[in-house]
T-cell receptor, first 111, second 114 residues
């Protein structure tokens, strides 16, 4: 059973608009959440993280929102750029345990 | 430059042969990990090491082996017992294990069985 779910396999957005990638989790013990970006044939690149004691973390064009009661987090990219086209993985970890990755969402930013 | 280096980038193996994938990091990280990615799928954990001279099985350890004799090195051996070894293999490290930390990844090794 997947503990970290990314229910949208793909997403297309116009350049300059907002991209919203969603992630749901089932394990209430998760207390740290991360987003990674991956290009084909490369390793994932860390983007941004958030601790469970926060509900928002921002870094430049990237903002992650955490809704613990709904067990949901989202990554907002504003404005979206063609170079943002990649697969985005959501990951989570309970304290003292391993990372659990979602299946990924492929984002296409159209010029 | 600090980082994680995986080699080789592409590797071909004949059926029945063992092959070892290299992973080296100069980030002084305690924890290291091996993941496997298959087309259209997420990352599945093969093995991890919280600290030098220690390692634990992940979700899909069968047919794989690792060692962690040095802090900076975590090689993965894909044995002939691994039934479907063709995949993209990713090594990662984190400054510590399991406590509000990020994993940083190498560039990956694509293994193809011919």
């Amino acid at each position: 059973d997947q503990q970290v779910k990314q229910n949208s396999p793909s997403l297309s957005v116009q350049e300059g608009r907002i991209s919203i990638l969603n992630c749901d989790y089932t394990n209430s013990m998760f207390d740290y959440f991360l987003w990674y970006k991956k290009y084909p044939a490369e390793g994932p690149t860390f983007l941004i993280s958030i601790s469970s004691i926060k509900d928002k973390n921002e870094d430049g064009r990237f903002t992650v929102f955490l809704n613990k009661s709904a067990k949901h987090l989202s990554l907002h990219i504003v404005p979206s750029q063609p170079g943002d086209s990649a697969v985005y993985f959501c990951a989570a970890t309970p304290y003292g345990q391993n990372f659990v990755f979602g299946p990924g969402t492929r984002l296409s930013v159209l010029p | 430059d600090g980082g994680i280096t995986q080699s080789p980038k592409y590797l071909f193996r004949k059926e029945g042969q063992n092959v070892t994938l290299s992973c080296e990091q100069n980030l002084n990280h305690d924890a290291m990990y091996w993941y496997r990615q298959d087309p259209g799928q997420g990352l599945r954990l093969i093995y991890y090491s919280q600290i030098v001279n220690d390692f634990q099985k992940g979700d899909i350890a069968e047919g794989y082996s690792v060692s962690r004799e040095k802090k900076e090195s975590f090689p993965l051996t894909v044995t002939s017992a691994q039934k479907n070894p063709t995949a993209f293999y990713l090594c990662a490290s984190s400054i510590r294990f399991g406590r509000n930390t990020e994993a940083f990844f190498g560039q990956g090794t694509r293994l193809t069985v011919v």
